[in-house]
């Protein structure tokens, strides 16, 4: 399977001392682009569900939802950052931040000191395809029954995992796969829209600790959310 960064999102934020920092930036620009009932707003529901998957307790969540609505949440915006790290691999970055000067500035540091470059937007975007990610708990009743069931509402592919059942989408399809899953009752751990290289690039063992060293300087950064790649999985 193709190398993202993002694809292992939750595991690592789980592991990560500023996974809820990151969470509460998600759940705050849900909140700002559509309101703080989760009833009617599919992102905020997505990002509280994935709190809970992640145990971050629940007065965090509900002061997250509460900051979002205060003046002081207002100037948060999503950014994204192109570039190429060591040995020709393409590296997009989505960030959260209030303070856009900041961001560029600690993004451009991180790929100076690892080797890498900011390129201008656009450079590497084409590089990858946009699709939804779904982790759900085994479904109940026959499975065979459920994949095709759920291939009419947009499901592309469907892997089991030691997490539950991994769901794929296109991008266009990821609202209506998500209200299919919701009016069957089926439990949905986390749901994202993930970015996938189209093309990879293979790197040796040393030139891929190189990258992880990028990578996890950027991943670190209080305003960056995903990091993506198009450095071949060792898997492929």
Partial sequence: MFEVRKAAMFARWAKNSKAFSKLGKEIAIAVKLGGSDPDNNPRLRNAIKTARS????????????????????????????????????????????????????????????????LAQSGAVDFMFTRRGVFTIEKPSGDLDDFELEMIDHGLEDMFETEDGFLLYSSFSDFGTLQKALEAKNITVKNAALQRFPTTTVEVTAEQRAELDKLLAALDEDDDVQYVYSTMQSLDD
Avoid: W
């Fill in 54 to 117: 992640l145990n971050m307790p629940k007065d965090n969540i509900q002061s997250s939802i509460n900051r979002a609505t205060a003046k002081d949440a207002s100037d948060l915006q999503e950014l994204t950052y192109e570039g190429y790290g060591p040995h020709g691999v393409a590296i997009f970055v989505e960030t959260t931040t209030d303070n856009p000067t900041r961001t560029v500035a600690n993004v451009r540091s991180c790929f100076s000191k690892n080797g890498g470059s």
